[in-house]
């Protein structure tokens, strides 16, 4: 069912209407309703590449925190390994000045 409506348009929209081309868009309301149609679906496929990006970036953003987080532990077992050694070679040095 369709739905007669009166609005108002700028005078810059009714000269796109009137130059538009005839053959593609023979009447006016079809030429409206295909830029109608034509806009919400580039806003749709614009949002879901919007989410396809953000989710890309999420899932790259996690590879890098693992990344982070594993080497923070290697460093802090070399940092364990440095301190135990430094603590043995202390250790040793004191009991060897008291002979």
Request: glycine share 2%.
């Amino acid at each position: 069912m369709k739905v007669k409506k009166t609005f108002r348009l700028s005078e810059d929209i009714i000269e796109l209407i009137d130059n538009r081309d005839q053959r593609k868009y023979p009447s006016r309301e079809f030429f409206l309703e295909s830029a109608v149609r034509n806009f919400s679906e580039k806003k749709a496929n614009h949002i879901e590449e919007m989410l396809e990006l953000i989710l890309s970036m999420t899932e790259k953003n996690e590879k890098i925190g693992i990344q982070i987080f594993q080497k923070l532990q290697e460093t802090e077992m070399e940092a364990k390994k440095i301190s135990q050694k430094t603590h043995a070679d202390f250790e040793m040095d004191t009991f060897d000045s008291l002979l």
